[in-house]
């Protein structure tokens, strides 16, 4: 595998001997491309998606911590901004591991790791002012030749425990949104937050026709998600440690109101299938841990 840096500094790339690539933006630590063997872009950036540190990326795989959402009743996060600090602070590069069996090419594996803590110097200033606690993330991003990983590990180094929640907010890219079918959500209770009253348990498969934000709780953490497109599947989503699968699209309303969204349109080639642990908080102790991971595997 090859890792190489961009002229500007600004974002990392690695490539496996079969051509297969992933690209992550120091700010955010947030993946904005991943393709396959052939060059096909897994993952959808919007148009005008900001690069440039500015605000958190429009697309690929934004990180949401210590805060899903908003949480107004809150105490320790409800000052802080939507989806929290990690996706729009800058975050260092630890390091690369690959692992290549020389007779098989088809073991080949990339780990990129980064790290952000209460003490770096590319927090976002809001963090350290709105959310005094002492935490190490250390996001590892993993590529093979049929899948990508995506792993976070949050630690309390500090006195005061403290409660947060951790997503990853991945962009997944399709053809048609209205060939897309979801299933492994099936008689799985959900919050929506389209229209909170009704969250009644479907069957699978879930096709995707309007505006869609749901918070699913799975009953067991290890139950896949897959995306199919015109019935062939395209993408299978398994959790580690991570107690809720969020499914979202924002259709036409929602895509028009946000000026980072392009194309307008974009929506139908998009589906948000994001893997967290956001229906409750975790408390951690000082010295405790919380490790959450997802692997998306092309089917
Ligand atoms: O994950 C779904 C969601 O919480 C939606 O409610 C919508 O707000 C989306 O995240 C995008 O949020 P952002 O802050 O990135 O515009």
Redesign the pocket.
């Given at each position: 595998a090859t890792v190489t840096f961009s002229e500007d500094n600004s974002r990392v790339r690695a490539e496996l001997p079969t051509g297969e690539s992933v690209e992550v933006l120091l700010h955010g630590a947030t993946v904005i491309s991943w393709k396959d063997a052939a060059g096909d872009e897994k993952l959808w950036l919007s148009d005008a998606a900001k690069l440039d540190g500015s605000k958190?990326v429009?697309g690929g795989i934004?990180l949401?911590f210590p805060v899903?959402?908003t949480a107004p009743d809150h105490e320790q996060t409800k000052t802080l901004p939507?989806?929290g600090f990690a996706r729009t602070s800058r975050w260092e590069f630890l390091g690369k591991s690959t692992s290549e069996d020389s007779f098989s090419l088809s073991s080949a594996s990339v780990k990129l790791d980064f790290g952000l803590s209460s003490a770096a110097a590319g927090l976002d200033p809001l963090a350290r002012e709105r959310w005094p606690y002492a935490f190490n993330l250390i996001y590892s991003v993993t590529l093979t030749r049929d899948s990508l990983s995506t792993g976070l590990v949050v630690t309390n180094d500090g006195e005061k425990p403290f409660d947060c929640q951790v997503?990853f907010?991945t962009y997944l890219r399709v053809k048609d949104i209205n060939e897309v079918a979801i299933a492994g959500l099936a008689s799985t209770p959900y919050v929506d937050?389209v229209s909170p009253a009704a969250s009644a348990p479907h069957d699978d498969p879930l096709a995707i026709a309007a505006e869609t934000?749901r918070v699913y709780t799975p009953a067991s953490a290890s139950a896949a998600v897959t995306v199919s497109e015109s019935g062939e599947p395209k993408f299978r989503i398994t959790r580690d440690n991570l107690s809720d699968v969020?499914v979202?699209n924002?259709w036409t309303d929602?895509a028009a109101g946000?000026a980072d969204f392009e194309p307008k349109d974009g929506f139908r080639q998009m589906l948000?299938i994001?893997p967290g642990s956001v229906s409750g908080w975790q408390v951690l102790e000082q010295g405790d841990a919380f490790e959450g991971a997802q692997t998306i595997t092309l089917a």
């Open positions: 958190a429009r934004p949401v899903f959402g939507q989806h997503l907010h937050k934000d969020v979202w924002p929602k946000m948000c994001e």
